[in-house]
């Protein structure tokens, strides 16, 4: 027998072994960028909410604020002496076509004003004069009061001094739905940013994933920089997605460079990545990291102006909504898809933008727990 | 020859309050299978992680490989392998490619087909992670644990919830790593799988180290063998105690339930000296089994307590 020597000073697992290769600097990170796209990619539920969901909700919302025909306003006459007069003085004027008149008795004239069904009560009153019952707050309804008293005036011989004319336009650009995609296109790129990169990661850390990977020679730089990668592939394609179906189902003229366009996405999704990263830093349970993200998403789903102007909020916070990251993203999308703006025009949307990325990820840095 | 893992009092205290660990020291050498044995909540996984470098220590020093988690973690990730208590692994990726995924991390890897045929997943290299069971997952941990070519091998609590089958399937192919060479330490709350498994361990309670030893030893520190356990009709506990230990070859006695365990050298001598102090005392016996000593025997005596209490 030889030598009672115990052990070797290196026991090494091997001898047999097939000889593999070394592995080179990037192959962990090519590696989790595979593993996360096919990952996302066999998750059906991922497909619906990033790609379907968006073009869905433009779809039906260009629908419904479709251009109504010229926008005609629909108007209640209440029953009763003079009625009929009324009615047949807006039939005969040069503004027939663009008012939809009703005869109805008066409480069911003032329902349907209620309800929004008719913009304008017209009711005659004393000694021939008419009334007209409108709601200040309804843009349509006081559009409707002018178009009315317009007609009646002129049916009834009303001269106009001053000769006018005019022409109608709608243009491509100028619609709902021209406003309301590069909206769409910023708010799902801050839902996919935050919840592709926020959710992911505490869902991985309740599964102790993240620290299985720490556990290996992993750089974590290449796991957050493939995580990050996988969301500006995917960011690439909802880009595509959207804005091919706003060309192709509602003719929408896009103005800007595709490589502008690409690139304000990549770094609005880069910039709402690290806000996601910093939502997601100490978060345990997806719970609670849900209720988090929908705290932090929700001022700009309302103010942002995804949906409505933000010109409608009053002027004393406007600088701050402005401020707002997903503010800046619509705004630089709606330009320079719209208005084919240049990528430099739009420097200081894209500083508010960088600002709020790097100070988000600064912040993670320190806090971040992969455990 | 400097220890694959040693610690010098590891302390760890949660929040300023808890002690997980209290004082805790360790020296293991390459090629051993090294096992830390003890309850629920007994400081084990935190003893793990601290050596794994996936925790701090409050105080103490860990030496692994010669090399210390301050100055040389990369290169520790390289030589180690790590399966955590409960990793849950994308469902929705294969097993290659999972396995795949864990190899990019190495410099070195090993072949993950290899890996692959050892851990007996060959045939469910193309199913998807969230398909296999439980002992196939488990395994699946442990693959990713291997691919990386490592020197030592960290189990925390291998085979819990596995079915009988599995656990012996996982022993075999732990074994397989340490008879190659490879240097293990692992935590365990069964008793049969410390005392198959490890040529050496340390039973842990309370964030300490209350025995050391190959399971041998410590069975033999007992001072029996042989454990005879029996319940009578009459009175068993007090004076009745007394008589119990003063019978030919008793090494110790324990009382729990109206089962009268006694720790025996020669079961042949102590029976029939029981039965008849049974038969003196006018009492019946109901119940009479002698089997050999286990480590929770070791453990009952060292604690009062059995190792899967709840």
Known sequence: ?371 | MSAAIQCRDLRKTYDGKVEAVRGLNLEIQAGECFGLLGPNGAGKTTTIEILEGLLDPTAGQVTILGRNWQSNQRELRELLGISLQETRLTEKLTVRETLDLFASFYRQPRSADEVLEEMQLTEKADARVGKLSGGQRQRLAVATALVGNPKILFLDEPTTGLDPQSRRQLWDLIRAFQKAGGTVLLTTHYMDEAERLCGRLAIVDHGQIIAEGSPADLIDRLGGHHVVEFSTGGNSDGAALDIWRALPGVESVRHEDGLVSLTVHEPHHTIPALLDAIAKQGSQLLHLTTRQASLEDVFVRLTGRHLREE
Do not use: C
Not at chain 1, 176 to 182: A, E, G, M, Q, W
Not at chain 1, 199 to 213: H, I, P, S, T
């Open chain 1, 1 to 371: 027998m030889p030598s009672t020597t115990i052990a070797p000073t290196t026991p090494a697992a091997e001898p047999k072994k097939v000889s593999v290769p070394p592995n080179g600097r990037w192959s962990g990170y090519r590696y989790l960028l595979t593993a996360r796209l096919r990952e996302l990619q066999r998750e059906p539920e991922v497909i619906f909410w990033v790609f379907l969901f968006p073009i869905l909700l433009a779809l039906g919302l260009g629908i419904a604020f479709r251009n109504k025909s010229a926008d005609a306003t629909s108007i209640a006459i209440v029953s009763g002496r003079g009625a009929q007069d009324t009615l047949a003085l807006i039939q005969s004027s040069p503004q027939r076509s663009l008012i939809h008149a009703e005869l109805l008795d008066q409480s069911q004239a003032l329902q349907g004003f209620r309800l929004g069904k008719y913009d304008l009560v017209v009711e005659r009153g004393e000694k021939g004069s008419i009334q007209y019952r409108y709601d200040p707050a309804r843009p349509e309804s006081v559009l409707s009061r002018a178009e009315v008293d317009a007609a009646l005036q002129s049916a009834a011989g009303r001269k106009d001094i001053i000769p006018t004319t005019a022409v109608t336009s709608s243009e491509p650009g100028s619609r709902y739905i021209d406003f309301l995609v590069p909206g769409m296109l910023g708010m799902n790129l801050m839902n996919a940013a935050m919840w592709g990169i926020g959710f992911a990661l505490v869902e991985m850390r309740q599964r102790k994933l993240l620290k299985r990977f720490v556990a290996t020679p992993m750089r974590r730089t290449d796991f957050l920089l493939a995580l990050l990668s996988s969301r500006l592939i995917l960011m690439v394609v909802e880009v595509s997605l959207l804005l091919g179906f706003g060309a192709l189902v509602f003719h929408m003229r896009i103005l800007g460079s595709l490589f502008s366009i690409v690139m304000i996405g990549a770094i609005g999704a880069i910039s709402f990545g690290g806000l996601g990263l910093l939502t997601a830093s100490r978060a345990q349970k997806i719970e609670s990291v849900s209720g988090l993200m929908n705290l932090v998403m929700m001022p700009m789903w309302i103010f942002s102006g995804v949906f409505f102007s933000y010109q409608r909020f009053p002027t004393v916070i406007q600088p701050f909504i402005r401020l707002l990251p997903l503010t800046a993203l619509n705004d630089a999308l709606r330009d320079t898809i719209l208005q084919g703006a240049s990528l430099v025009s739009q420097s200081g949307r894209i500083l508010v933008l960088v600002i709020w990325g790097g100070v988000s990820f600064l912040l993670a840095l320190r806090w971040f727990r992969w455990t």
